[in-house]
Nanobody, 120 residues
Framework: QVQLVESGGGLVQAGDSLRLSCAAT????????MAWFRQGPGKEREFVAA????????NYRDSVKGRFTISRDNAKNTVYLQMNSLKSEDTAVYYC?????????????WGQGTQVTVSS
């Protein structure tokens, strides 16, 4: 089992920045990748960004490219999401997810979520 705890959400104004953190504990030695998803009010959950745990390769949804940066600290088993130039449409609950069980290719573990609210 892997436990994920997010932090760093809050209320900000449009154009501001926030950094989300997600700390992983438990059986993290098989970690393959971690990601951030979000679910806005009245919307379905959507992919935001992901990072491969060993090689550090990243990918993003188009609407956040150039504004958000995902990174990880392997020693701390923590993944971050630096969010700059925030927009009102970024308002959502942000969830951390981990792909840590073979066969890889799906996110097996999820955090409880952290609220990000961007006022315009």
């Amino acid at each position: 089992q892997v436990q994920l705890v997010e932090s760093g959400g809050g209320l900000v104004q449009a154009g501001d920045s926030l950094r989300l953190s997600c700390a992983a504990t438990g059986r993290t030695f098989n970690m393959y990748s971690m990601a951030w998803f979000r679910q806005g009010p009245g919307k379905e959950r959507e992919f935001v960004a992901a990072i491969k745990w060993v090689r550090g390769m990243t990918n993003y949804r188009d609407s956040v490219k150039g504004r958000f940066t995902i990174s990880r600290d392997n020693a701390k088993n923590t993944v971050y999401l630096q969010m700059n130039s925030l927009k009102s449409e970024d308002t959502a609950v942000y969830y951390c997810a981990a792909d840590a069980e073979a066969p890889y290719g799906q996110y097996d573990y999820w955090g409880q979520g952290t609220q990000v609210t961007v006022s315009s």
